[in-house]
């Protein structure tokens, strides 16, 4: 009797202990499946994760794409690895028949594809936000907002209300998604480290200061439309800062009148604006526009030159003379021949 019962509980734990073991292997064969990708496809998709996104906003879209089977596995995947308080706005590489925690170990790294958006030398803070908005990269008002930053003008030590001056040109790569804020900070920090101690010392030497040496450069690069006058055209702007006299600069007026599309005309000249350099001595009180590293080094090592004065001769070149009666001639010169 004794016997008969014991067998039957040996025979009861075996089964239960093999159910247990099938509804294991079950519980085993569907987590895996839901790990596998849906399709052997080796096909290259570019998957974007948008600013601001959550977990289950992306797995939603993973499945939508059929690049998982399982939003509820992939949440549960980046809880596990702390992975979705990581997540990288931007484009990601991915293939259809990558494993589900392949898929995680892409956003982990963070390694999005990354756009180039190139600023050429010379544009204002408002030109590059609109460039900004041309190129898709957001709205021009909030670059300009974020020109304004009071923390990132702390941050960099800019006394001005606005970051003229500072935002370096360059080409630069950065995620999609990369908000105005961050591509302005991005731009601040290239100058920040193109501006070396040997640029200090240079300052030093022709008493001026970081701020004085980037406004001036702008000016150089508003005027100078060839590289190799950029030294030349600083020469004469240093000569005539040394005597008091006015710089007399067209490009700072246009800045004053808000850079309208047309030639100055006598009336403009008489603005009333501390940017204009034909009313006023010395530089103006900052920066017109964001100067590459060639007109910054012209600032910072002019050529040592006797002229005062130049003028446009056309293709970008200017005439320069020493003397007023000189730079009169000239003027008279191309006028005729403009007629």
């Known amino acids: 009797m004794r016997s008969t019962v014991k067998k039957r509980i040996i025979k009861i734990?075996?089964?239960?202990?093999?159910?247990i073991?099938?509804?294991?292997?079950?519980?085993?064969?569907?987590?895996?499946?839901?790990?596998?990708?849906?399709?052997?496809?080796?096909?290259?998709?570019?998957?974007?994760?948008?600013?601001?996104?959550?977990?289950?906003?992306?797995?939603?879209?993973?499945?939508?794409?059929?690049?998982i089977r399982s939003e509820y596995a992939f949440r549960l995947i980046v809880k596990h690895r702390g992975t979705g308080k990581r997540l990288r706005a931007g484009t990601y590489t991915l293939q259809r028949n990558m494993a589900?925690?392949?898929?995680?170990?892409?956003?982990?790294?963070?390694?999005?594809?990354?756009?180039c958006w190139t600023v050429p030398e010379g544009l204002t803070v408002s030109?590059?936000?609109?460039?900004?908005?041309?190129?898709?990269?957001?709205?021009?008002?909030?670059?300009?907002?974020?020109?304004?930053?009071?923390?990132?003008?702390?941050q960099f030590g800019l006394q001005d209300k606005s970051v003229e001056g500072y935002l370096f040109p360059n080409t630069y790569k950065f995620a999609k998604g990369t908000t105005a804020e961050q591509a302005v900070e991005m731009m601040l920090e290239e100058f920040k480290q193109?501006?070396?101690?040997?640029?200090?010392?240079?300052?030093?030497?022709?008493?001026?200061?970081?701020?004085e040496v980037v406004t001036l450069a702008s000016?150089?690069?508003?005027?100078?439309?060839?590289?190799?006058?950029?030294?030349?055209?600083?020469?004469?702007?240093?000569?005539?800062?040394?005597?008091?006299?006015?710089?007399?600069?067209d490009p700072t007026v246009l800045y004053a009148l808000g850079n309208p599309k047309r030639l100055l005309t006598r009336a403009d000249l008489k603005v009333d604006s501390p940017y204009n350099t034909y009313a006023h001595r010395g530089l103006p009180p900052g920066p017109i526009a964001n100067p590459g590293i060639g007109s910054i080094i012209?600032?910072?090592?002019p050529e040592k030159t006797d002229y005062f004065y130049f003028v446009a001769i056309g293709e970008g070149k200017h005439h320069f003379s020493k003397t007023l009666s000189e730079h009169n001639r000239m003027i008279r010169k191309i006028r005729r021949a403009s007629k």
Do not use: M
Request: aromatic letters at 8%; glycine letters at 6%.
């Open 194 to 211: 193109r501006w070396t101690e040997k640029f200090d010392e240079d300052a030093q030497n022709l008493g001026l200061t970081q701020h």
């Open 219 to 249: 000016v150089i690069e508003k005027e100078a439309q060839v590289k190799s006058e950029r030294p030349r055209i600083a020469g004469v702007f240093h000569n005539r800062l040394k005597k008091k006299w006015r710089l007399q600069a």
């Open 298 to 301: 012209a600032a910072l090592r």
């Open 100 to 115: 589900l925690w392949h898929i995680v170990d892409e956003f982990e790294k963070g390694q999005v594809n990354l756009v």
């Open 13 to 19: 734990t075996v089964l239960a202990f093999c159910g």
């Open 127 to 154: 030109a590059i936000a609109e460039l900004w908005e041309t190129t898709g990269y957001g709205a021009a008002a909030a670059f300009r907002e974020a020109a304004e930053s009071e923390c990132l003008l702390e």
């Open 21 to 67: 073991g099938v509804l294991c292997l079950i519980a085993l064969s569907v987590a895996v499946f839901l790990i596998l990708p849906p399709t052997s496809s080796e096909e290259i998709v570019n998957f974007e994760v948008p600013v601001g996104s959550s977990s289950q906003t992306i797995a939603k879209r993973l499945v939508e794409q059929n690049l």
